[in-house]
């Protein structure tokens, strides 16, 4: 079972670690080829855009893994009844955006550059409607086709990237220079820097969208719409939108408003650092992958609270490890990642990371409420995140000086707020889960205090002595454990 779980799970991870680390790479280009300002805006378009695919994703596709195991309900009625009910989404969000874009634009300040939201909306409906065939290939374990698919968005973003930025001095070597020119000429007219990014984002969606058509022609069918299934799929999806809403606020509620009550400047650093303690964010989604449709087919099974327990318990101790591995190493990861121009905000990673890390942690622990077919459980929770990071925003709006790191501990404490709620309540409504609390605790503790005294040093030997020692006292103290997820 295992062998299984570890050979899909690390096919999803080259699908989906690939992509980020040339995404991180190009981290590393914009930085050194935009102002801060300018990638103060990159960051601030797609901040409000995942704001709006927190609605528009509906938790469908939680919605669909849940409703493939319950009862005896057909695949292929599932699938083609949430996929339908995504269009009908997508169709409202298109007439909606169609007649209130000027205003949206005004809103937020993007007069001068109407042309981001243009793009924008057609990301965003193409990345919404690849959602569900992509959790159809992970459902059906198809790991390979699902990063090769990955893989092909991902070179084609990052090539037309190249030709956007560099395309003045390449065209020569075209044959049909005069088009090349007249088309880097058009582009230009229109947009700048950050807009050639954007642009190479719409095209790389566009061709996501070509490849998993085959899928919605052949598996989407009007005649398997099942209302009273949709009905019920609805009712599910509601509450885990509204919690992925409040997740979206959480996110990026504070790049948002530094960048409108600080500066561009600062908002810049601030992205730009964010972006490295992302990849505690990257560790996340890779561990979710895999894990996550195992967990739903598990739900029925008698020995269940022991496969999420264990495996939670192994996603903490490894996330604490790329914790400490990190943060250990930040000067030598902020150089290399950042240019120097983007490094006033670098005290930041720590805490976003741990924070981070909380969100996995109740990222796995949620598979609690919807196994128990409670999704508002995790509206609730969500909504006190959306309380905590509301009210240090208010603090950071309010305080004179408007410090960055007001923010950043503010991601903190939410996601920290809402693992506890998370687990006090599975505590009491999942009897015995999480009954090694104690070691959580203690690994915890652990590796906190080393990456304070690590940035407090600085000193990269120092540094690596520290780690290797963590990591000696992790493998006496779980020896046993590692043996047998080893064997």
Same mark, same amino acid.
């Given at each position: 079972?295992?062998?299984?779980? +570890?050979?899909?799970?690390? @096919?999803?991870?080259?699908?989906?670690?690939?992509?980020?680390?040339?995404?991180? /790479?190009? @981290? $590393?280009?914009? !930085?050194?080829?935009?102002? $801060? #300002? #300018?990638?103060?805006?990159?960051? =601030?378009?797609?901040?409000?855009?995942?704001?709006?695919?927190g609605f528009l994703s509906f938790g469908l596709e939680n919605t669909?893994?849940?409703?493939?195991?319950?009862? *005896?309900?057909?695949?292929?009625? +599932?699938?083609? !009844? !949430?996929?339908?009910?995504?269009?009908?989404?997508?169709?409202?969000?298109?007439?909606?955006?169609?007649?209130?874009?000027?205003?949206?634009?005004?809103?937020?300040?993007?007069?001068?550059?109407?042309?981001?939201?243009?793009?924008?909306?057609?990301? /965003? +409906?193409? =990345?919404?409607? &690849?959602?569900?065939?992509?959790?159809?290939?992970?459902?059906? #374990?198809?790991?390979?086709?699902?990063?090769? /698919?990955?893989?092909? !968005?991902?070179?084609?973003?990052?090539?037309?990237?190249?030709?956007?930025?560099? &395309?003045?001095? *390449?065209?020569?070597?075209?044959?049909?220079?005069?088009?090349?020119?007249?088309?880097?000429?058009?582009? *230009?007219t229109i947009t700048n820097k950050t807009g050639y990014i954007f642009i190479s984002n719409m095209i790389s969606s566009f061709v996501n969208l070509i490849l998993i058509i085959p899928i919605l022609i052949k598996k989407v069918k009007i005649v398997n719409f099942s209302k009273s299934i949709a009905k019920e799929m609805i009712n599910y999806s509601i509450p885990i939108m509204l919690g992925t809403i409040s997740f979206s606020v959480n996110e990026n509620l504070d790049k948002i408003l530094i960048k409108r009550w600080v500066s561009d400047e600062i908002n810049g650093a601030y992205s730009a650092c964010y972006k490295i303690a992302s990849f505690m964010s990257l560790y996340i989604r890779i561990f979710r992958l895999g894990i996550e449709p195992f967990f739903f087919k598990k739900s029925n099974e008698y020995n269940a609270k022991y496969y999420y327990e264990d495996i939670t318990y192994l996603f903490i101790l490894f996330g604490l490890i790329f914790y400490v591995i990190i943060c250990g190493n930040i000067q030598f990861v902020? =150089?290399?990642?950042?240019?120097?121009?983007?490094?006033?905000? /670098?005290?930041?990673?720590?805490?976003?990371?741990?924070?981070?890390?909380?969100?996995?942690?109740?990222?796995?622990?949620? @598979?609690?409420y919807k196994i128990m077919n409670k999704p508002f459980v995790g509206t609730y929770i969500s909504l006190v995140g959306v309380i905590v990071t509301l009210l240090f925003s208010i603090i950071f709006i309010i305080s004179p000086n408007n410090n960055f790191l007001i923010p950043a501990w503010g991601t903190f404490m939410s996601y920290g707020s809402m693992l506890l709620i998370l687990f006090f309540w599975s505590k009491k409504n999942y009897k015995k889960f999480c009954k090694n609390i104690k070691n959580i605790f203690i690994h915890f503790f652990i590796a906190i205090i080393l990456v304070y005294m690590m940035n407090i040093n600085k000193i990269l030997e120092i540094n690596f002595i520290i780690q290797f020692t963590y990591l000696l006292i992790v493998f006496l103290l779980e020896k046993k454990r590692l043996y047998n997820l080893i064997k």
């Open positions: 079972m295992y062998k299984k779980l +570890v050979l899909q799970t690390f @096919i999803y991870s080259i699908g989906l670690i690939l992509p980020k680390l040339v995404n991180y /790479i190009f @981290i $590393r280009f914009f !930085t050194f080829s935009l102002k $801060r #300002e #300018e990638f103060s805006i990159y960051t =601030d378009m797609y901040s409000i855009s995942f704001l709006i695919i669909y893994f849940r409703f493939l195991y319950k009862k *005896n309900y057909n695949k292929n009625i +599932v699938f083609s !009844t !949430t996929v339908i009910i995504q269009f009908f989404i997508i169709s409202i969000f298109s007439i909606i955006s169609i007649n209130f874009l000027k205003k949206l634009i005004n809103f937020t300040g993007y007069s001068n550059h109407p042309e981001y939201f243009i793009i924008f909306f057609f990301i /965003i +409906v193409f =990345d919404t409607i &690849c959602t569900l065939p992509m959790a159809w290939l992970r459902i059906n #374990e198809k790991p390979f086709i699902y990063s090769i /698919i990955n893989f092909v !968005t991902m070179i084609t973003q990052s090539l037309f990237t190249l030709y956007m930025f560099f &395309c003045y001095k *390449n065209y020569i070597f075209i044959s049909k220079k005069i088009y090349i020119i007249s088309i880097y000429n058009f582009i *230009n902020k =150089d290399f990642l950042i240019n120097k121009k983007y490094h006033t905000t /670098i005290s930041i990673i720590p805490i976003i990371m741990i924070g981070n890390l909380f969100l996995g942690i109740y990222t796995n622990m949620s @598979i609690v």
